[in-house]
Every structure is written in C-alpha cells, then in structure tokens.
C-alpha cells in the first residue's frame, strides 16, 4: 500500500499525550531549579549572619582575653563555641601579628587556611566558601576591633543546607514526576474520550464501504463531532438510495432487454420462418402443378434457398432467446447451448443437470442462469484456449447451482477485478450483476496455467418458483 | 379405401393456406378443418375427429404442446404430426412423451410432411431424419441415465470422498475448503488426486460417479 510509504502524523490521542508530557515535564523543572536556587541564598545568608552573631558575640571577650594574654581563657572561648555549634568546623584566633593563639584543629593549622581569606582594609570583614575534604566551608574572617588586636576565623560547614537542598530537589522531582504520570493518563484518557466519536464515525465508514451501514444516532448530540455524525448519515442514506435506484434501474433495462430480445425472437419465428414456410409450400405446390423442365429446376433451387432463409431465421432467433428457455426451461435451454457452442467451437463439452424434476424457476432466475452460462462460455471461447469445459446445472437445497468448469489457461482473478477499468471489462461483472439482481451470489475461481471456474449460486424459495410453463401468450 | 381426414392447426393463415395448396393436392387426402389456436385445435378435433392433427407448436393461447396432452387423453385415436421450425431435442422429447406420431420440421414440410403424414396413417411413426441423432441421444440418456463413469474402483479416504462429494454438489474450492477447514490448495489436491485415482474427466464425470456411488443422496 502506498500508505505504507508516508510516514504517518502523530494521531490526536499521541499530540495530546506528548504536549502534556512536555509540559508538566518543563514546568516541574523549572520549578525545580528556581526552588533550589532560592532555598540555597537563602540558606548561605543565614549561615553568613550566624557566621557573623558567633563572631561578634566572641569578639569583646577575645579582645580582653588576647590583651591580657589569658591563652586557656581564650581556648575555653573557642571550645565553648565548637561545643554549643554543631555546625562550626573551626575557630581560630591570631593576635594582631598574626600568631595563632587559639584553635580548634587539634593538629595545627589546614595548609593555606591562612591565606584563602584575605580582608581588605577598607572591609569589616570577608566571607568566602572554602572546599575542604569535608565539602563546602563558609569561611569568615573576622579582624577583632579593625584589626588592632588580631583576627577570628570561622568556618560553618554548608552540609545540612546542601542536604536539604538535595531533600527538597529530590522531593520536588519526585513531585513533577508523579504530576507527569498524572498528566499523561489524564490526556490519554481526555484523548480518547475526544477521538472515540470519531473513531466511531471511521468505523461506521468502512461498515458503509462495505455496503452495511447503520445511523450514528447516539452521536448527534455530541457538541464537536454530531454535525459530522448527522452530514455523514445522510450522506449515506443518498449513497444507498441511489445505490438502490441504480440496482432498480439496472434490473429494468435487464427486463427490458430480454422482453425486447423474446419479442423479435418471436416475431422473427413466427412472422418470418412461418411467412417463408407458407413460401415454401407454394413453391412446393407450383413445382408440382408445372410442366416446363426449366420452370421446375428454378423452383426447386428457390425452395433449397428459401429453407436456409428458414435456418437462418431459426437460428437467429435462437440466438436471441432460445423459446425452449421459455417454453421448457432452463435445463434443455443450457443443454441445447452447449451442446451448440461444442460443436460451433470444437471444444469437449460435458453437461450435467438434475434436482429440477418438472418443477420451474422464477423467469428471471432462468433467464439470468442461462445468460451468465452464455457469457460464461463465450469468455472460455474467448480467452482460455481450452480443450474441455464442464457445466453443471443443479438444483439443491433451496438453491440452484451453476458452474462453468474450463481446464484451459485460467487468469489472475485479483488482476482482472483490481484492474479498474470499469469501460473495458464487462463479462464478468455483467454476470456479477445478474446474478445479484436475482438474489444470487457469483464466484470466480482461477489461477494462470490452471482452468477457470465460475460458480453461481441463486437462492429459489420453495414451491413459490412454480410457475405455469408457458407464460408467454 | 376412403380419404385420410386431416385438420391443421397453425396460428399463421399463411401457412395454413401454404399447407391447403400442398396436401390439397394429394387426391387421398381431404382437409376437413382448421385451427388458428391451440384451444379451437382441440375443439375441433373433438368435434370433426380426424384421423390426422397437424399441429403447430408456437401458438397463442393454449400452445402446441398443451393441446397435444389434452387432445392424447381426449382423442386417442387421432394421430397428431407436429410441424415445427424447432429442432430442438427438448421438444422432441416432450413430444414423444406426450404421444406424438410424427414430427416434421418446417424447412423440410416440402418434402417430408406428406411422407410423414402416410407413414402416421399406417401407424408407423415419423420423424425427420436429421433428428435421428437427437433421438439416439435420448434414447441412450435414458438407458444409461448415469453413464457408468470408467472409474476404476479405487479406494477414496474418508477425506477425498468427501471432497468429492462436495465438488458433485458445485461448491466452489473456497467453499469447501471453508466447510473441511483445509486450505484451497488442499482440496484442489485432494480432488485432482481423486481425478488420477479415477481416471475421471472434469466435474460433470465426477458428478456421475458421485451420483452412482450414491454419494450425494443424504
Ligand atoms: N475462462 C477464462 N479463461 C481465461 N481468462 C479469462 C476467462 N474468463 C475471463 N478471463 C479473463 O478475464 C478478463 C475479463 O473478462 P470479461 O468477460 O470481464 O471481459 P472480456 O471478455 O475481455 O470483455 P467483454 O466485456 O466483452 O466480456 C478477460 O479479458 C480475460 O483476460
Ligand atoms: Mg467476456
């Protein structure tokens, strides 16, 4: 199929689904980061300003305690101060020469904490994060009275706010991604409900297509999709009608055709064959009542003459409506057909019949049998270079069966009915027609290099196909 | 020996006059009456009783073959010589069924209509010699009504005859294989495979065989 080819657009039920994905997905995020973001400045100026309370409370007794160079006083400062907060890391305090005099690191100094945090003269004091084994360290340095007495630095690990910045990032995802489950089945639920009237709508389609079409009644009321529900019924409905009228129609020129064909058939039989045969026994007459030799040799080549007119008019006639069809059925009708069409054709021809006892079919049962037989034959003449063909006329369960069996070079079916050109071909779909229009079905059965078979099956009520048999008169 | 009475029922006055001409012209015949449809042919005859009917088939009203079945119940002992343009097989068939004694046919009425009508008044029956073929026909239809198929009498699985069965019945390989649940392929198989076994001909010797195996009556 070309369809195949084309890469399909995204049904409405998939855009929906993926909008609303996208969606929830770029604003959990965002949402994301910016809290993130704001959790982490204000977390980092809270710690600033602890930093800068615990510096200033021990900045009055560091001074009298560095001035008095009271070294365990100022140590038991700075242990208090590590005791009471959890999250100071370190206190050290230089004298204004920038000797340490007290210090939490038990081992000395960290290499380089000295220098990392430099103030500015022009600074009261100087804040930095400092990356340590232990993660991030705010870093406070604090010069005690300007700097005339020495220096405090602090550090407060940032390990707790980075903690919590995580706890609340990992809860905000896990919130954005329950949203987003909860979005994507709400849109596929909502796509759905919008897209089932259509799909509805598609199914009532291809049903229509295939010739079993019911109204969409309970989607007239639906707000979007009930004018198209409403369009589409009545588009339908003209659609079957004029199907209908078509069918109608067709039946009639049918019925037309063969009345007309009974109607010269007959005339060509009974006016002219009985118009030459009463010529023909004048002749005979005037034969016998003259005596000129001459006179006698020219009648006698004037009868031969007239009795070809005769066959040829029988023939005729037959040719255009068998009576036997008529006036004893189909059975002998078919018979004398292919016993015929065998010997015009030089083919083998094998005919069988039975189940139809004296009983009659309905006239345009027989007549559509014995027509669909004759184009039958004629498309095995025609194009299948066989040396056999089989009939088979039954009559059985209710139904009367025909089948045209040739073992000659058979066709592609699919082709011949695929091939679109409706002008061109009418043989099989003329007896496709005919046999509907009676009720019927029609099959064909071939495969190239292996014999064709046509079967129609016509479905014959009871004793209600009894007719008289001779309905003509 | 006095003159064969004869009454001609033809719906054309055409023919009717041709036919005075011909058999007028025989001294031992006398045309004692005519008939322009099937129902005055059998009131006539009821009424003049001739030894001879000669009777169209395609007539108005009661037709040709209708008058005979009544006319055989209601006059036996007239002798009816059918005059058709109908070489059918069919309705020669019918007509002898019916009780006909003679049957000619009209591009041969010149010559053999008054042969036929003195071969039916000596009681022999008459039919036009190029229908000697169609009544060979019919006569072996009858006498063999299912000719015995050459089948050699192989022995079908339960399977086969069953497909056999079914292709006797016309159902098309779809069909069928719907009906056994086999794929088409198979049942064409199946059945050209029958066909050998057989040695059998097309569906219609298949049928016969069905027929005389009586496979098809259920
Ligand atoms: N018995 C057959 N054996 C082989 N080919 C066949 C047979 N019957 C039909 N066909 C193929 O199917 C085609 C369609 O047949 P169909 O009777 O519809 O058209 P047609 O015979 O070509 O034209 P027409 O409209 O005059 O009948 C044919 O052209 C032929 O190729
Ligand atoms: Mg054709």
Do not use: W
């Not at chain 1, 079916?413 to 046999?435: H, N």
């Not at chain 2, 023919?15 to 004692?32: C, K, N, T, Y």
């Not at chain 2, 005519?34 to 088939?57: K, N």
């Not at chain 2, 072996?140 to 069965?165: F, G, I, N, Y």
């Amino acid at each position: 199929m070309r369809g195949m080819l084309v890469r399909r657009p995204l049904s409405l039920r998939q855009k929906m689904v993926l909008a609303m994905g996208g969606l929830v997905l770029v604003l959990g995020l965002a949402g994301t980061i910016h809290a993130r973001l704001t959790l982490s400045n204000i977390s980092n100026d809270e710690l600033d300003r602890r930093a800068l309370a615990i510096s200033r409370g021990l900045e009055s007794p560091a001074t009298e305690l560095l001035l008095t160079n009271d070294i365990f006083g100022l140590y038991l400062r700075v242990n208090e101060i590590t005791a009471t907060n959890a999250d100071v890391r370190y206190v050290v305090v230089f004298d204004s020469s920038g000797d340490v005099r007290a210090s939490s690191f038990a081992a000395g100094l960290p290499a380089g904490l000295r220098s990392s945090n430099p103030v500015q003269t022009s600074d009261p004091y100087s804040l930095t994060t400092l990356e340590s084994s232990e993660g991030s360290v705010r870093d406070l340095a604090y010069p005690i009275q300007g700097g005339r007495v020495g220096l405090i630095r602090l550090g407060l690990t940032k390990k707790p706010i980075e903690s919590r910045v995580d706890r609340l990032t990992f809860n905000l995802l896990g919130l954005t991604g329950l949203a987003l489950a909860g979005g994507l089945a709400a849109s596929y639920f909502l796509g759905t409900v919008l897209t089932r009237p259509l799909s509805g709508l598609a199914a009532a389609a291809r049903a229509a297509g295939r010739g079993e079409s019911a109204p969409q009644h309970e989607l007239y009321a639906h707000p979007e999709v009930g004018q198209v529900a409403v369009a589409f019924d009545n588009m339908t409905r003209e659609l079957r009608e004029r199907d209908e009228e078509r069918t109608q129609l067709l039946a009639k020129v049918m019925t037309a055709q063969e009345d007309e064909r009974r109607r010269i058939s007959r005339e060509l039989h009974d006016e002219a064959g009985q118009a030459l045969t009463s010529l023909l026994l004048g002749l005979t007459h005037l034969e016998q009542s003259v005596a000129e030799d001459d006179a006698r040799a020219l009648l006698a080549e004037l009868r031969v003459m007239t009795t070809e007119a005769m066959d040829l008019t029988r023939n005729l006639a037959r040719e255009l409506r068998p009576s036997v069809l008529d006036d004893l059925g189909l059975e002998a009708a078919v018979g004398r057909y292919v016993a015929d069409y065998g010997k015009k054709q030089r083919l083998d021809t094998d005919f069988h019949s039975g189940g139809f006892g004296v009983t009659r079919l309905r006239p345009e049962t027989e007549t559509a049998l014995y027509r669909i037989a004759q184009e039958a034959l004629t498309n095995v003449a025609r194009h299948a270079g066989a040396s056999s063909v089989n009939v088979l006329l039954e009559r059985r369960d209710g139904k009367a069966v025909l089948v045209v069996e040739d073992d000659g070079c058979g066709f592609d079916v699919s082709v011949v009915r695929g091939s679109g050109s409706p002008s061109a071909k009418l043989g099989l779909l003329g007896m496709e027609e005919r046999a509907s229009l009676v009720g019927g079905t029609l099959a064909v059965e071939s495969r190239p290099g292996s014999g064709t078979a046509i079967f129609v099956e016509v479905p014959i009520d009871g004793g209600a196909d009894e007719r008289d048999a001779h309905p003509d008169s | 020996m006095s003159a064969t009475r004869i009454l001609i029922a033809d719906d054309h006055a055409v023919v009717r006059s041709g036919l005075r001409l011909i058999l007028g012209a025989e001294p031992d015949f006398e045309l004692v009456g005519e008939a322009a449809t099937g129902d005055e042919a059998v009131r006539e005859v009821e009424r003049l009783r001739p030894d001879i009917l000669v009777l169209d088939i395609a007539m108005p009203g009661m037709n040709g073959l209708d008058a005979a079945r009544v006319i055989r119940t209601a006059a036996p002992e007239v002798r009816i010589v059918i005059l058709t343009m109908h070489d059918d097989e069919a309705y020669l068939k019918e007509f002898l069924e019916i009780g006909a004694a003679g049957y000619v046919l009209k591009q041969a009425a010149d010559t053999e209509l008054v042969q036929a009508i003195r071969a039916v008044q000596r009681g022999e029956p008459f039919i036009y010699p190029a229908m000697t073929r169609q009544l060979i026909d019919i006569f072996l239809k009858q006498s063999h009504p299912a000719p015995a198929p050459p089948a050699a009498d192989a022995e079908l699985s339960p399977r086969e005859t069953e497909v056999v069965r079914l292709v006797a019945l016309g159902y098309s390989g779809q069909q069928i294989a719907d009906q056994l649940s086999i794929s088409v392929s198979t049942v064409e198989t199946h059945r050209a495979h029958v066909m050998e076994k057989l040695k059998l001909h097309g569906r219609a010797q298949l049928v016969r065989y069905a027929l005389s195996k009586g496979l098809l009556d259920t």
